[in-house]
């Protein structure tokens, strides 16, 4: 939310990626987690309070929230949403969680953890 990070986030993920998500890039929000060991975050419900504020004029009705990895799986990283537990996974990999359904990550393992949070208008 502060600076310019989330223009050096979409810079990363670049111009290429984010038409194979079918984006809008004017209305991309990302953040890189990083989870050291013994940390995570708690179960909960997201509702998009951050990304109307940064966006108030954004089409809510569009708007999604995925989550990736950007390393693969190491022992002891976990990432919840709903009643799937996700593991093992391999960086790139890409999981859509829907806003009001609750989710949760944890890393308890010996490696850091790092994944990327996105929301944006994603045109089906």
Known sequence: MLG????????LLGDENIKK???????????????MPGHGI?????????????????DISKLK?????VQDWKDG???QISKTVI???KAGQVHQIPFGLGHASSNF???PQYTVSFTGVIND
Do not use: C
């Open 4 to 11: 310019d990070s989330n223009e050096k986030l979409k810079a």
């Open 21 to 35: 998500l079918n984006a809008d890039p004017d209305s991309i929000l990302m953040r890189f987690i990083v989870k």
């Open 42 to 58: 708690a179960w909960h419900l997201d509702d998009a309070g951050s990304y109307k504020t940064k966006f108030p004029n954004a």
């Open 65 to 69: 929230r995925l989550w990736f990895p």
């Open 77 to 79: 990283h976990a990432f």
């Open 87 to 89: 593991t093992n996974w």
């Open 109 to 111: 393992g010996y490696a």
